[in-house]
């Protein structure tokens, strides 16, 4: 057979204004595990859309929620001219039977143990409708991705990182999260033999760590890093707050080339971080944390998410006191979003404050209020997060933050980039500021 497999981006969105894009590792494993005999293609929409005319027997998309439209419009696309159409990802897993309106196949939970008898099934004409996979994927012993199968690609002069998978699942239980549930919370680490082999295999000496937590297993992820040392790599990953307890592990992080990481600090305030369970009993306040990231040079994308029942209006000057003390390199601001599949959903839902129970097929643009708050009125949450978008973005504000104590932005590359993405992630902020707030005649604000 001749199959495609594809990631789903949102096609409205200017590229240019994208500040950052990786190679991602999901397609390129799963092409990996594709029984010999097939031809197999990928397309990353991030770089290059679809295109529906090229000659194909089946299609497989990987789905996550914001894109739900996009790969539901792809495979409606492909089903009327004939195409099996297979859909997987975090989005079919807690919705199969939407998925399944637009598919002919869905696989829920993840892929490795069912793919194979999937493509076996589609080969012969026995496709079944659902391909459930009832335990976790044994990390041991997995295929290298066969990332020759996607174009090398740059984004101006920012080298696009190629995904590399060290770890999978989350051992918190965040109620806006669906890892847990999704990929179980039973933290498994690839044996590090086996991770630094398909590192040595790339090309390219950028890289980025796709885990959800990187480095939770502190032993294996210092091992890890130890053995990066000679490979000379440059990389960038996401994490937790937690990593600066260990300054070990940081500086083993250091002489392995990370170049920085994005953090979900999530919120300030204290009460909120206590209903946030991956932030609450740290050993280091923010600011230290800060302090120590920097003191080893890395440059810190800082996640902060507003709208938590626990969270009160003072958050926003909270939040940009401790972005421009610490000097952040780089912020993403979000409204609070109710995934399907996560137990903040559910409990929306069941108390009746969800105005949108199917709010990802309607078009709704990021940072869509979505749900009545708690902690402050609906006007309060809106227009402090305008404001302090408009504050940590302003032009005064991004050239206090640059001097900061990044030692990494002190080079060409480094004030390039830190430009690049400030700037970028700027207009692309302020562009959505301009998006209306589809529920705001709902609330009493």
Known sequence: MKIKLIAPSDQRENRLSIPFKLQRVN??????????????????????????????????????????????????????????????????????????????AVVVGEAESVWPQLVADAASGRMQRIYRADTMTNLEGLPKPLRDLLPGSRQGYIPVPIGVETSRGCPYDCEFCCIGQTLGQQYRVRPVHEVIAEIESIDSPHLFFVDDALGLNRDAAKKLFTEMIPLRKRWLAQGTVSLAEDPELLALMKRAGCMGFLIGFESVQKDTQDEVNKIKNLRVDFYEAMRRFHYEGFGILGSFVFGFDHENK???????????????DCVQLRILTPYPGTRLYKRLLSEGRLLAPDWWLHGYPPDTLLYQPLGMTSGELTNGFYRLNRQAYSL?????RFF???????????????????????ERYFKGLRNPQPFAGAFNS
Not at 47 to 74: K, L
Not at 314 to 328: A, G, K, P, Y
Request: net charge negative; glycine share 8%.
């Open 27 to 104: 397609l390129p494993l799963l092409a990996a595990l594709t029984p010999p005999g097939h031809t197999i293609t990928i397309v990353e929409e991030a770089f290059v859309a679809d295109d529906i005319n090229q000659d194909v027997d089946m299609v497989g998309i990987t789905v996550m929620t914001e894109f739900a439209p996009r790969a539901y419009r792809i495979g409606d696309a492909y089903r009327r001219k004939g195409v099996k159409v297979v859909m997987g990802g975090i989005h079919p897993t807690v919705l199969p039977e939407e998925a399944l309106e637009h598919a002919d």
């Open 314 to 328: 003072e958050v926003f000057d909270q939040t940009l006191e401790f972005i421009m003390r610490s000097r952040m």
């Open 396 to 400: 005064g504000a991004m050239t206090q």
């Open 404 to 426: 900061g104590m990044s030692p990494w932005k002190r080079t060409l590359f480094g004030c390039l980039v830190y430009a690049g993405i400030n700037l970028s992630t700027r």
